[in-house]
């Protein structure tokens, strides 16, 4: 597996395994309509927007690949809560591949990557309550659920969302 920051040309295969990831993880969360029909397109535009520079905070994307195929990513902020610390905004491994270590490899590259640029604080991310799969892999890499919101998600469905939070990234170290 190598690690590699990603670049705008990236951003294609990024959208395409973010739209996968959502079409088998979010199956009877989302609607089947938007998951069926709209995700590829509005996975495209939002990494478009992403990497034109429309983001308002510094923000990195980790991808894993094996054998010159993207096989993970992990988008995080550098420091975006005062209280919480770096913001993981996405961390997806194509739906083939999930359970092979490549999500918790992704983990640990992020920490290293805030360490070296010097970042301070923790990391939290935000998880669909009802995403069971993916709660349970944050809980058994030692994050703790923290609180709760409810998040308008881009087929306009309400969902309640869980805050996970590693006060000590360290731990995500492997």
């Known amino acids: 597996m190598i690690?590699?920051?990603?670049t705008a040309a990236d951003g294609v295969a990024i959208a395409r395994l973010h739209a996968e990831s959502w079409r088998s993880a979010y199956r009877g969360i989302f609607s089947d309509d938007f998951l069926d029909h709209r995700?590829?397109?509005?996975?495209k535009k939002s990494w478009q927007a992403r990497f034109s520079g429309d983001e308002s905070h510094a923000f990195f994307v980790l991808l894993a690949e094996n054998n010159a195929r993207l096989a993970g990513f992990a988008c995080t902020f550098r420091e975006k809560d005062p209280i919480w610390g770096s913001y993981l905004d996405n961390l997806h491994v194509a739906p083939e591949l999930t359970g092979q270590g490549i999500?918790?490899?992704?983990l640990s590259e992020v920490v290293r990557r805030l360490e070296r640029n010097g970042?301070?604080?923790?990391?939290?991310l935000w998880v669909v309550e009802r995403n069971h799969r993916a709660r349970e892999f944050y809980e058994k890499a030692g994050g703790t659920i923290v609180g709760s919101e409810l998040h308008i998600m881009p087929d306009?469905?309400?969902?309640?969302?869980?805050?996970?939070?590693?006060?000590?990234?360290?731990?995500?170290l492997l």
């Open 103 to 106: 999500g918790r490899s992704l």
């Open 39 to 43: 995700v590829h397109q509005e996975r």
């Open 156 to 172: 306009g469905q309400s969902v309640v969302a869980l805050r996970c939070h590693w006060p000590d990234t360290r731990r995500l």
């Open 3 to 6: 690690f590699r920051e990603a």
């Open 119 to 124: 970042t301070r604080g923790g990391l939290f």
